[in-house]
């Protein structure tokens, strides 16, 4: 064999390993780009919830009358917190904890994956929003997942879930 034949047997290989490389990272490249989307369309649908939930009285009984509650009391017990009706259809909810226990799914527009989110609604200490209370006061505390559940993960590769929470209060003004 002549050099040239060896110089171009070397430079294939040195082509074929780069090539490999920029390949290989052009791959995980694009599985960051898909998880970052997925993330985004999460917290899109999860922006959206929130939003709704906060269109909504804060509790069944502020949903119902104009005067101010004077005594937390009469809200709703925490261990009631949900739909009164008993449908979990985002739609008829009127007030804030009706999201309470809801699994709900959801498809984004333009694409075939769908979201699943899952709520729950706890009465808070007003001085400590982190602290979960048994009785009612002035505070609820909505948290939500969202996760990507279609299609189901790959081998080897992990669905993150999105978290967030948001705190509402009862205020009357007259």
Request: hydrophobic share 35%; aromatic share 10%.
């Amino acid at each position: 064999m002549s050099n040239h034949t060896l110089l171009t047997i070397g430079a294939f290989i040195l082509l074929t390993s780069i090539l490999l490389g920029f390949y290989r990272l052009l791959g995980a490249t694009g599985d960051d780009i898909t998880n970052a989307q997925d993330l985004i369309l999460a917290t899109t649908i999860a922006t959206s919830y929130v939003e709704q939930a906060q269109g909504l009285a804060f509790d069944e009984v502020t949903d119902s009358t104009s005067a101010a509650i004077g005594n937390p009391s009469i809200m709703t017990a925490s261990s009631l917190l949900g739909p009164e009706t008993g449908d979990d259809s985002i739609a008829v909810f009127d007030d804030f904890d009706d999201f309470n226990r809801l699994v709900a799914e959801r498809t984004a527009t333009g694409t075939n994956k769908r979201y699943t989110t899952s709520f729950r609604v706890n009465y808070v200490r007003p001085d400590n929003v982190d602290s979960y209370s048994t009785s009612q006061t002035y505070t609820k505390r909505l948290d939500l997942k969202t996760w990507r559940s279609y299609p189901k993960a790959a081998d080897g590769e992990k669905i993150d879930t999105l978290r967030m929470s948001i705190v509402v209060g009862y205020f009357h003004f007259d």
